[in-house]
């Protein structure tokens, strides 16, 4: 055990204050990365989901309406690889809305 005396506590405050200050900045850091990583997905977000788009990227609903199924059988779908979403955004599949129209052509 480490004996308290004025330079050992002196040592052991200071070890202290430096983690303390190391760790508040990892943990500013970090808030940075994530404003940064929830900025960059909200503006994806929004432009894959653009009206004007072309060929814009549909949420599992917007597939499931368009087909006329349930959620439970577009998973079905796509855990026997039957239809596979083109992207993620983040955890969410999408599907881009000409691949659902070829889906539909070529299963009619």
């Not at 004007?52 to 779908?77: F, H, M, Q, Y």
């Amino acid at each position: 055990m480490i004996e308290k005396t004025k330079g050992n506590l002196f040592m052991l405050n200071f070890m202290e204050f430096i983690i303390e200050s190391i760790a508040q900045r990892v943990v500013e850091i970090l808030k940075k990365e994530k404003e940064v990583f929830f900025q960059k997905t909200i503006t994806l977000e929004a432009e894959t989901t653009s009206e004007s788009s072309k060929d814009r990227l549909l949420k599992i609903n917007e597939v499931c309406s368009k087909l006329g199924i349930s959620r439970a059988t577009l998973n079905n779908w796509r855990l026997k690889a039957l239809l596979l979403p083109d992207t993620y955004v983040g955890r969410s599949p999408r599907y881009f809305e000409s691949t659902i129209d070829n889906y539909i052509q070529n299963n009619k």
